[in-house]
């Protein structure tokens, strides 16, 4: 049976991604607004960096693509389906420059 976490993986990714309102300011800060609990200064303005480009990634017409893709046919665990999913996860992840292989595990699947 194949590992599906990396698709649970993406699928939350996505989610977090697709909803920008939840990583947007309520209002208008900068690094010298506020500090960051448990940054040094110079760490906050990196961390700040960081936050800014994070928050430039959401875009909802690759979003929908990718959960068109995700729920186009069932991919039950242990189907060519579900294999065709990992396969479609692993290099999309790969695309974005992030390390991401299978691994095959035997388990025990009762269906009914």
Known sequence: MKNTRGILTMILALGLLTAPAIFR????????????DGFTPEGAAAERRWE?????????????????????????????????T???????????????ELKEYDVLLPYP
């Open 25 to 36: 300011p309520v209002h208008s800060q900068t690094a010298i607004d506020v500090a960051l």
């Open 52 to 84: 800014e480009q994070f928050r430039a990634v959401p875009d909802a017409k690759s979003a929908r693509e990718h959960l068109r893709r995700l729920t186009a046919a069932p991919h039950v665990a242990g189907t060519k389906e579900d294999y065709a």
């Open 86 to 100: 990992d396969i479609y996860v692993r290099d999309q992840m790969r695309s974005y420059g992030l390390p991401a």
